[in-house]
């Protein structure tokens, strides 16, 4: 059985970092999109960042970009989300989500083209 179980959230300082992981099991990462979203109180899910494991690609959010660092590793089947220079509309609940089939979903961060996710951790930067 497919499943995705996010880690790592917690409350942090502005300016301070996170590092979210995402541990997949019932499949390998290896030919899967993976994508990191977020939903803060009273607004939409929105995609944070993407990895493609068969190109070796990343996408990003405009406004996360120089600032998270998206990685896998394949071997512990497992996705990060490292998060620097956190900012205060960076609270939300993450979630990590992959496709039922293998490749990219178009568009990267549409919601609607991922069809499993994890439970979500909370993340909220607050002095």
């Known amino acids: 059985q497919l499943q995705l179980v996010e880690s790592g959230g917690d409350l942090v300082q502005p300016g301070g970092s996170l590092r979210l992981s995402c541990a997949a099991s019932?499949?390998?990462?290896?030919?899967?999109?993976i994508g990191w979203f977020r939903q803060a109180p009273g607004k939409e899910r929105e995609g944070v960042s993407s990895?493609?494991?068969?190109?070796?690609?990343?996408y990003y959010k405009d406004s996360v970009k120089g600032r998270f660092t998206i990685s896998a590793d394949i071997a512990k089947n497992t996705v990060y989300l490292q998060m620097n220079s956190l900012k205060p509309e960076d609270t939300a609940v993450y979630y990590c989500?992959?496709?039922?089939?293998?490749?990219?979903?178009?568009?990267?961060?549409?919601?609607?083209?991922?069809?499993?996710w994890g439970q979500g951790t909370q993340v909220t930067v607050s002095s």
């Open positions: 990895i493609s494991n068969s190109y070796g690609t990343t």
């Open positions: 019932g499949f390998t990462l290896d030919y899967y999109t």
């Open positions: 989500a992959v496709p039922a089939i293998a490749g990219d979903p178009d568009p990267i961060f549409a919601v609607a083209r991922y069809d499993y």
